[in-house]
Nanobody, 121 residues
Framework: QVKLVESGGGSVQAGGSLRLSCTSS????????KGWFRQVPGKSRECVAG????????FYADSVKRRFTISRDNAKNTVYLQMNNLSSEDTGMYYC??????????????WGQGTQVTVSS
């Protein structure tokens, strides 16, 4: 079993930055594809960023390209999402996810509990 715990959410003004962290534990969690999903009320959960096991391959949703950066430190079992130039459209609950296949195109096996990001204009 793999457990994912997110941190780093909060409130920020438009144009600001936040960095989310997700620490995993259990069952060789460093050997999983990982990513970040965003959910807003009334919409389905959307993958905004994904990263492969070694960190060389990355996916970004069009809405966050050139503003968000995903990275991982397997020695610390942690994946990060650096979010810059935030806008109100980035407001939502952010979930860390992990799986045996790329999470951007396959349903993840594991989910964190989510961390809220609120951007005020």
């Amino acid at each position: 079993q793999v457990k994912l715990v997110e941190s780093g959410g909060g409130s920020v003004q438009a144009g600001g930055s936040l960095r989310l962290s997700c620490t995993s534990s259990g069952d060789d969690s460093s050997g999983l594809y990982k990513g970040w999903f965003r959910q807003v009320p009334g919409k389905s959960r959307e993958c905004v960023a994904g990263i492969n096991i070694e960190g060389g391959g990355r996916f970004y949703a069009d809405s966050v390209k050139r503003r968000f950066t995903i990275s991982r430190d397997n020695a610390k079992n942690t994946v990060y999402l650096q979010m810059n130039n935030l806008s109100s459209e980035d407001t939502g609950m952010y979930y860390c996810a992990a799986g045996l296949r790329p999470v951007s195109s396959n349903d993840p096996q594991y989910w964190g509990q989510g961390t809220q990001v609120t951007v005020s204009s």
